[in-house]
């Protein structure tokens, strides 16, 4: 009684692996098509330039931001003399002498 069974159970899954597989190399094997390859390449490039202009796109507002920030800075009135960290000789709270060379 036992071998019949597991006879019966293994033509069945051995049927079922066999059509699977049978599937899934008719899809690979159509996926490999020359006009599925050629439309699935031209969707690759498609995707690539919209990610490549995205990032320009996102390039140029961060560019014009901090163009924004620096011009800012540049027109900002000092808040009090030499109190700049770029002002001419003042460096951390003390002159620096400059000797002529």
């Known amino acids: ?3 019949p069974l597991w006879l019966g159970a293994g033509v069945v899954v051995g049927t079922l692996g066999t059509l699977w597989a049978e599937q899934r190399v008719k899809r690979r094997l159509k996926r490999l098509a020359p006009d599925h ?9 498609r995707d690539i330039g919209g990610r490549l202009r ?16 620096l ?10 003399a030499g109190s700049a960290p770029h002002a001419a000789g003042v460096r951390r709270g003390r002159r620096v002498h400059r000797t002529p060379r």
């Open 1 to 3: 009684m036992r071998r």
């Open 37 to 45: 390859l050629g439309h699935d390449a031209l969707a690759q490039v």
């Open 71 to 80: 011009w800012d800075e540049v027109h900002r009135p000092p808040e009090r």
């Open 54 to 69: 995205a990032a320009v796109d996102a390039g140029r507002t961060e560019r014009a931001r901090r163009e924004a920030e």
